[in-house]
C-alpha cells in the first residue's frame, strides 16, 4: 500500500541548533514534494517545494533535500528559534494535483 | 489580499443532522480542495475542483459527503446524516492553475458530532 511516513514522536531540540526532520514514502513516484507548517488551530501553510530532479532547495533557514532511490525527504531548519515550534508537514503530489500528507512531526523548541 | 476564508469556524450538531461548511477561496484561484485532519493525524483529501472540469470526488468517504462548487468560487461540502467519525477539521485550500500547485489554506472548521 502506498505510504508517507514522518516521526509521530515530537521533536525536542535547543534554540541555536539544526533541527532535522525525515519524510519517508513507499510506492509513490512523486513529481514533486512539499512542506507545510502548521500551527494549532490553523490551516497548514506553504513553506518549500522539491522537484524529483532536484536534490536541494533552500529559503533562508529552511533546507530540503530528496533522494527519490531512498524515497525520503529531509527538511532542515538551521539555528532554531522557540518561534520555529509547530508541525510540520510533507506532502507528495502523486500526479492528481490533490496532495497527499504525512501525519506530520511536532517540532519543539527550547530556549 | 484576502486569504482563504471558511464559515463556521466551529460547528456543533447532533448525530443523524445534516450540515454544510463554506469555502471562499482566494480570487482568481481555479483549483479547490477540500480535506479533513482528524486529531493528530494528517490532512486526508475528501475532494478536489478544477475550473469547469468534472470534480475528482476519489477521497469523499461515504455517499453522505457532496459538495459542490458554484460559480467557479464559492464551495459548500455537506455532511448529510453525520456520524460521530465525522467530527474532524475540516480544511479547504486552493491553488493557482499551473505552477507549483502551492496550495493556501483556510482556517478550517471543526465540527463536532455529539
Known amino acids: 500500500s502506498q505510504k508517507i511516513e514522518q516521526n509521530s514522536e515530537a521533536l525536542n531540540i535547543q534554540e541555536g541548533k539544526t533541527a532535522t526532520l525525515t519524510c519517508n514514502y513507499t510506492?509513490?513516484?512523486?513529481?514533486?514534494l512539499q512542506w507545510y507548517r502548521q500551527d494549532p488551530g490553523r490551516g497548514p501553510v506553504f513553506l518549500l517545494l522539491?522537484?524529483?530532479?532536484?536534490k536541494e532547495k533552500r529559503k533562508e533557514r529552511l533546507k530540503v533535500t530528496f533522494d527519490t532511490t531512498l524515497k525520503q525527504s529531509l527538511f532542515h531548519i538551521t539555528a532554531s528559534q522557540p518561534a520555529d515550534s509547530a508541525t510540520y508537514l510533507c506532502?507528495?503530489?502523486?500526479?492528481?494535483?490533490?496532495?497527499?500528507f504525512g501525519s506530520g512531526t511536532r517540532l519543539q523548541v527550547q530556549p | 489580499g484576502a486569504g482563504v476564508s471558511q464559515s463556521p469556524s466551529n460547528k456543533v450538531t447532533e448525530k443523524g443532522k445534516d450540515v454544510e461548511l463554506r469555502c471562499d477561496p482566494i480570487?482568481?484561484?481555479?483549483?479547490l480542495y477540500w480535506y479533513r485532519q482528524s486529531l493528530g493525524q494528517g490532512l486526508e483529501f475528501l475532494i478536489y475542483?478544477?475550473?469547469?472540469?468534472?470534480?475528482?470526488k476519489s477521497g469523499l468517504p461515504s455517499d453522505r459527503f457532496s459538495a459542490e462548487r458554484t460559480g467557479g468560487s464559492v464551495s459548500t461540502l455537506t455532511i448529510q446524516r453525520t456520524q460521530q467519525e465525522d467530527s474532524a477539521v475540516y480544511l479547504c485550500?486552493?491553488?493557482?492553475?499551473?505552477?507549483?500547485?502551492?496550495?493556501?489554506f483556510g482556517p478550517g472548521t471543526r465540527l463536532t458530532v455529539l
Open positions: 510506492n509513490y513516484s512523486p513529481a514533486y
Open positions: 475542483f478544477q475550473g469547469n472540469s468534472a470534480p475528482d
Open positions: 506532502a507528495l503530489d502523486t500526479g492528481r494535483r490533490a496532495l497527499t
Open positions: 522539491i522537484r524529483e530532479n532536484e
Open positions: 485550500a486552493s491553488s493557482s492553475e499551473g505552477g507549483n500547485n502551492e496550495q493556501f
Open positions: 480570487s482568481g484561484h481555479t483549483a
